[in-house]
């Protein structure tokens, strides 16, 4: 089953069953929520570190301008699985806190 609402919508308010329906099985989708906790821009802040700091600046600042989905266009296929990692070595060190403030909100 999968169940998608907004954090905002009256439905995120009761969460009672929510942490067993998620252990059977269930898939939720949550829109909002990343930016409700203060968790999006850390995220995307990292991943421009990463970037900048395994393919450069410029790489950066186009990803911030045009997007990560057009990054191919200007980084050499053969850069993106070191860039990927780099965007992971810079994102794996929030996700301790990342974790403790969205479960314990959520």
């Not at 949550?30 to 790489?59: C, M, T």
């Not at 911030?64 to 990692?85: C, L, Q, R, S, Y």
Request: charged share 25%; glycine share 6%; hydrophobic share 45%.
């Amino acid at each position: 089953m999968f169940t998608e609402f907004r954090f905002s919508d009256a439905s995120a308010k009761d969460t009672s069953d929510v942490i067993d329906r998620a252990m059977k099985g269930e898939v939720f989708v949550i829109r909002d929520a990343l930016q409700h906790f203060g968790l999006l821009q850390p995220l995307i802040d990292a991943a421009y570190e990463g970037v900048r700091k395994s393919v450069g600046a410029d790489a950066a600042t186009r990803a911030k301008t045009d997007g990560f989905n057009h990054i191919h266009e200007w980084v050499e296929p053969t850069k993106i699985p070191a860039m990927t990692e780099a965007v992971y070595d810079e994102v794996r060190p929030l996700a301790p806190a990342f974790l403790r403030k969205f479960v314990g909100q959520a």
